[in-house]
């Protein structure tokens, strides 16, 4: 099977341009989350979907981010303008989520992540 | 404060030995705990998940101490291939949104 698929893996870009990056999450899964890494900050979440709606995006860090998931099979996330700041590796992960009981094997839902988008504002 | 806290390293281990990580957390209403890998340039992987009642996987070992609100990893024997940064995680209930990541503890194994 194929997993978590992101495009582009690298995007130089000059800053104020518009940067969009892509997701395809495993087929099944119906959560979406949308992450950044930087070496200060580590591995922040963003925003996540469930069934293609937004649940949180409490972590998208100001108006210029934006996410949407027109469906089940794809996300972007958006960047506009962009700045030298967005600098980041951005991650990509899907899961399946069964149960909420304590019982449950937490690791019947992890989270898989894609390869990532290496992005580099200059 | 951060929500998970991690000593960053970096851990350099000879081939063999044995290793801990020790990772904190803030919020006591954790109800979940995972240990994840990452390899450089590569994307974090699930390593373990760490129950209440610490559980073993081959040469890893993950404990949990609630009262104390840490959590470890213990790697026995440790290989070259044990390389990479370990990355400590939670969330706020026994599902999986919302997974709150620690900056990572960089491991080195020496030959």
């Known amino acids: 099977d194929a997993g978590v698929i992101q495009s582009p893996r690298h995007e130089v870009t000059e800053m104020g341009q518009e940067v969009t990056l892509r997701c395809k999450p495993i087929s099944g899964h119906d959560y979406l989350f949308w992450y950044r890494q930087t070496m200060m900050r580590g591995l922040e979440l963003l925003i996540y979907?469930?069934?293609?709606?937004?649940?949180?995006d409490s972590g998208m860090p100001e108006d210029r981010f934006s996410a949407k998931m027109p469906n089940a099979s794809f996300s972007t996330l958006k960047i506009q303008p962009s700045e030298p700041r967005d600098s980041a590796v951005y991650f990509c992960?899907?899961?399946?989520?069964?149960?909420?009981?304590?019982?449950?094997?937490?690791?019947?839902?992890?989270?898989?992540f894609g390869p990532g988008t290496r992005l580099t504002v200059l | 404060r951060k929500e998970v806290e991690q000593d960053p390293g970096p851990f350099n281990v000879p081939e063999g030995a044995t290793v801990a990580f020790n990772c904190t957390y803030s919020?006591?209403?954790?109800?979940?705990f995972f240990w994840y890998r990452q390899d450089c340039r590569k994307e974090p992987k699930l390593l373990m998940s760490?129950?209440?009642s610490g559980n073993e996987d081959g040469r890893f070992t993950a404990q949990l101490n609630r009262a104390s609100q840490y959590i470890s990893l213990l790697i026995r024997d440790s290989k070259l291939s044990d390389s990479a940064t370990y990355l400590c995680v939670v969330t706020p209930n026994f599902g999986n949104e919302k997974l709150t990541f620690g900056t990572g503890t960089r491991l080195t194994i020496i030959p």
């Open positions: 919020n006591s209403a954790s109800q979940s």
């Open positions: 760490v129950y209440s």
């Open positions: 992960a899907s899961s399946t989520r069964l149960a909420r009981a304590p019982s449950s094997s937490p690791s019947q839902y992890t989270q898989y």
């Open positions: 979907f469930n069934n293609n709606v937004p649940i949180d």
